[in-house]
């Protein structure tokens, strides 16, 4: 734990890793004369590491806490929370990889996934997914950069933290035949360098990637990434009505934002016949 002293005597905090949707969220217990203040941004027991957050509240009751600071996203009513009927259509992170399994494992075609761009645990599912069921999972290159910049800042720990971290997250390996990149036209839509800026410029000089024309070739090879901003794809992609399958593993809307740009989403996949 952190010290340090202040008018009130001696403050310590300590930090516990929790698990989210984000990697790397973490709670903390501040403690003062015997009594302690309990800060976390949630208390997620349906993911992948619910034994992380157990030892938090395990060591959040036993600090002897007056207050607990947490955000109030989807916070129950009163009456719900007493009846124990809040959150009933939540599903654990295992039942998601499950019911996903089931629905890939039976569709012939085209398959797109639309996952939370910063949940590297559920990005990671359908990167298994793929390998399990000899699909090449093609991700954004927003995506791509995502996870390697998690590989850079894991090669930089000591010894014991890069394994620990390669345990808890099973980064895909560049040289996987199951895993690409799937890289979005741009300005003159020739897939020339000079088109791209950035991360997406070195990505094209590295070559691990397909374009709209390898997916629309052998459709049924692909678990292909799409989010609500890629819906033009669908365009290049030209799928037969009916032939495509979208995954939509994402939380349901809860504000008004949300809501309109879900039914944007549900407009552009019956013109395409996507179920």
Known sequence: PSRFKSSQGEINITQYQTDHSIPGACSYIVEN?????????????HGFHSEWVDKFITQARDSNPVTIITEGTRVPSVEDFRKASYHSEEQSESEVKSQSSDIIKNHPGLI????????????????SLAKKFNRRFAITPKLFHLIDSFRTKFDAMDEGLIKQYYNDY????YSDKNFVIYLPRKSWGKFESADYRGYQKDIHKIGNYVTYKDVRKEPEKYLLYLDFFMMNELIDLDQKPGKTLFLNSVTDPFNEEMIIQEE????????????
């Open 264 to 275: 944007k989403l549900n407009m552009w996949l019956e013109r395409f016949g996507i179920s």
């Open 170 to 173: 099973n980064l895909p390996d």
């Open 112 to 127: 797109l996934v639309r996952c939370p761009p910063r949940n590297l645990d559920r990005i990671l599912v359908y990167y």
């Open 33 to 45: 004369d015997g009594r302690s203040i309990i800060y976390t941004g949630d208390f997620r027991r």
